[in-house]
């Protein structure tokens, strides 16, 4: 998909990052699907888990400030508050699941897996995807057509400067 604005562009480009992400996790998951946490020792496993935390830590965590701080104020701004306050509900959902996940994937990555842990970080892996991959498919069909309609080439400029500030 191709936005005229080049900030909805960079939105995008990351949502289809988060997505792939989301995907090689799925897979981990269904691999391991019958209980045995995987093994921490394979490379595949550790940079899953790697890619994980620091997305989560970093990216997704500038992703949804960004969008709370600058893109929703400028929707409410325009008259269109209630998309940014659904996708702020997302948002808090998503959040705590995500800094737990984070947490239980750094763990991992420095003592293994133990049986709980790993019970435990399937459990939140799973709900983390679904709830990530639905917030994804929101955004892509509402909020950046809506901003890509709405938003005039300063506007696009401007936001895209502050959101690359904070990178």
């Known amino acids: ?9 960079k939105l995008h480009e990351e949502h289809c990052a988060t997505i792939a992400l989301a995907d090689r996790l799925e897979q981990l998951l269904a691999r391991h699907a019958r209980g045995a946490a995987p093994e921490t020792s ?6 899953l888990l790697r890619d994980l ?11 949804f400030d960004f969008e ?5 104020e400028y929707l409410t701004a325009g008259g269109e508050a209630e998309i940014g306050a659904h996708l702020m509900d997302d948002h808090r959902a998503i959040r705590p699941i995500g800094a ?3 947490k239980l994937a750094r763990g991992a990555v420095a003592h293994g897996f133990e049986q709980e842990t790993w019970d435990e970080f399937r459990r939140l892996a799973g709900e983390f995807c679904e709830r990530i991959q639905a917030h994804v498919q929101k ?6 057509p809506l901003l890509d309609d709405s938003m005039d080439a300063d506007a696009d ?9 904070i990178a």
């Not at 709370?68 to 929703?72: A, D, G, Q, S, T």
């Not at 400029?157 to 500030?165: D, F, I, K, S, T």
Request: charged fraction near 30%; aromatic fraction near 10%.
């Open 157 to 165: 400029a401007r936001l895209l400067e502050e959101y690359l500030a």
């Open 68 to 72: 709370e701080n600058y893109l929703f």
């Open 100 to 102: 737990a996940l984070a």
């Open 1 to 9: 998909m191709e936005f005229r604005n080049r900030l909805n562009q």
């Open 53 to 63: 935390y620091t997305a989560i830590e970093s990216e997704l965590t500038r992703h």
């Open 139 to 144: 955004e892509e069909t509402a909020l950046l």
């Open 42 to 47: 394979d490379r595949g496993v550790v940079r």
